[in-house]
T-cell receptor, first 119, second 108 residues
Framework: GAVVSQHPSRVICKSGTSVKIECRSL??????MFWYRQFPKQSLMLMAT?????????EQGVEKDKFLINHASLTLSTLTVTSAHPEDSSFYIC???????????????FGPGTRLTVT | GQNIDQPTEMTATEGAIVQINCTYQ??????LFWYQQHAGEAPTFLSY????GLEEKGRFSSFLSRSKGYSYLLLKELQMKDSASYLC?????????FGQGTELSVKP
């Protein structure tokens, strides 16, 4: 099956600093990547959708200047949380759709998630 | 906008059958997914329905009625490892929108 990796799996940073999270599709070309945020005991909330080579589309209420998304290649997307604050502490999960051997047209493949803690 | 509802919690006994319901209201419906998520991990794909009817895959089955905006996930022969959160998600055009999830506890 398709594999999506995320790095780092856990990160602790100080308030006011920036953190970059990488999402990679390992065995397929991800034409579209999605970034989700999940708070404890809650479901996944879509933050933004990005297509390779174009600007991300952000969901209502998500600050695009705070959550910078770059999808520069068909296998890599990055999410940078700028000027992080404790309320940004959450589980960030990326997901990808794309094309490759054995891919279904409808399925999204999820990365293992990144636990961000801002102190 | 979209609205996806599922029960917050359910409890069932090992070996039994449990049905988790999901109702939705959305525009641009393009399929319904069920995912399983263990605490601290990413969701894993269970099933996909785009046409009305029942899809069966081993111990898991999923049903869809588009006219009613309704789906259910049926888990048979429950095992302790099935204790997890089950997420109903609707594809609206190209976006996958998740319900709040149902926390299933399987008791011995």
């Amino acid at each position: 099956g398709a594999v999506v990796s995320q790095h780092p799996s856990r990160v602790i940073c100080k308030s006011g600093t920036s953190v970059k999270i990488e999402c990679r599709s390992l065995d397929f070309q991800a034409t579209t990547m999605f970034w989700y945020r999940q708070f404890p005991k809650q479901s996944l909330m879509l933050m933004a959708t990005s297509n390779e080579g174009s600007k991300a589309t952000y969901e209502q209420g998500v600050e695009k200047d705070k959550f910078l998304i770059n999808h520069a290649s068909l296998t890599l997307s990055t999410l940078t949380v700028t000027s992080a604050h404790p309320e940004d502490s959450s589980f960030y999960i990326c997901s990808a759709r794309g094309r490759g051997i054995g891919q279904t047209s409808y399925e999204q493949y999820f990365g293992p998630g990144t636990r961000l803690t801002v102190t | 906008g979209q609205n996806i509802d599922q029960p917050t919690e359910m409890t069932a006994t090992e070996g039994a059958i449990v049905q988790i319901n999901c109702t939705y209201q959305t525009s641009g419906f393009n399929g319904l997914f069920w995912y399983q998520q263990h605490a601290g991990e990413a969701p894993t794909f269970l099933s996909y329905n785009v046409l009305d009817g029942l899809e069966e895959k081993g111990r898991f089955s999923s049903f869809l009625s588009r006219s009613k905006g309704y789906s259910y996930l049926l888990l048979k022969e429950l095992q302790m490892k099935d204790s997890a959160s089950y997420l109903c998600a609707v594809r609206e055009r190209r976006k996958l929108i998740f319900g709040q999830g149902t926390e299933l506890s399987v008791k011995p």
